[in-house]
């Protein structure tokens, strides 16, 4: 085994080793720079105490050129490392790079919409790119409009939209154009397509999941309730998922919006029927929350998603 001074060399070859180090260090533009700023409270004894964080600082990148979070060079990613003086010591401290403030607002921004198996198209969409022909479609888009600016204002009156019609008529185009809308003035909100989560919940029963996933929907600041009726209805889905949910939102009174191709009378019937029976007073105890969270509009149009 070779002893420490085989590798590092005798004590005048280690100094001037050192020394080299030192002059390149000190040499550096950024380096130098600081040291001349703060030449005042420097001193040489600094210098060599404090060597290696300059030398930290000499090898990172301190100007930002545009780069993104995950390809930021530095030891801390996302930030640039600054010097300073404190107490006869040189020391260096981290700031949040441009790429990081960057990085930071996309995923708060990604965040404003929670979505679950829903289509691209939908989550992209805007409220002026709602279809206006009939005077039916333009009072919606005006609500819609007038929904959100109270949403943004924090009105208390808001009550939420039941969009009802044909297939492919814009219903889940407007939620998200609603959403989308929404995000712009960074408020969250959260749509579902109503089908696809219950098949997810009942999964959830394998994992654990089902509990945090209701919960997290549940609570939502505003809830967009996507195509709801298309789900089969079972004692379970009505009594343990869109019973309890549709409750705790109007006892909360939180936003909650839906979209349906059916109608109130249409969807009672609905949620009336499974294997199990027809029950027609639990149905009707859900239609009594959604009226009370929503006001029904019919969106009439031909079918845009064969265009």
């Not at 990148?61 to 979070?69: A, I, L, S, T």
């Not at 204002?153 to 929404?182: E, H």
């Amino acid at each position: 085994m070779k002893s420490f001074n085989q590798i590092m060399g005798d004590s005048k070859a280690l100094t001037n080793r050192i020394e080299k180090i030192k002059k390149n260090v000190v040499n550096n533009p950024d380096v130098k720079a600081f040291l001349q700023e703060h030449q005042a409270e420097i001193t040489n004894a600094m210098i060599d105490e404090d060597l290696n964080i300059l030398q930290e600082y000499k090898d990172q990148q301190k100007v930002y050129d545009g780069h993104r979070f995950e390809d930021c060079p530095n030891f801390v990613q996302g930030h640039v490392p600054e010097l300073y003086v404190d107490q006869n010591r040189i020391k260096i401290r981290y700031l949040q790079c441009p790429c990081k403030v960057k990085h930071d607002e996309e995923k708060f921004n990604a965040s404003l919409i929670t979505s679950h198996h829903m289509q691209r198209d939908t989550l992209n969409a805007k409220l002026d790119d709602i279809y206006l022909k009939g005077r039916g479609r333009l009072n919606i888009a005006k609500e819609a409009h007038e929904i959100c600016r109270k949403l943004v204002d924090q009105d208390d009156s808001v009550k939420g939209l039941y969009l009802y019609g044909p297939f492919g008529t814009g219903k889940s185009f407007i939620l998200g154009a609603m959403a989308n809308q929404l995000k712009s003035k960074k408020i969250p909100s959260t749509i579902i397509y109503t089908p696809e989560f219950i098949r997810t919940l009942k999964g959830g029963f394998k994992d654990g999941s089902f509990e945090k996933n209701l919960q997290k929907v549940r609570e939502s600041n505003i809830l967009m309730l996507d195509d709801i009726g298309a789900e089969e209805i079972t004692p379970w889905v009505r009594d343990e998922v869109l019973g309890p949910l549709l409750h705790y939102r109007m006892v909360q009174e939180l936003p909650t919006f839906f979209s349906s191709n059916l109608s109130f009378e249409e969807l009672e019937f609905h949620l009336s029927v499974s294997r199990a029976g027809t029950d027609k007073t639990k149905a009707a105890r859900i239609m009594e929350r959604i009226k009370t969270l929503a006001k029904p509009y019919f969106l009439e149009g031909e079918n845009y998603r064969n265009d």
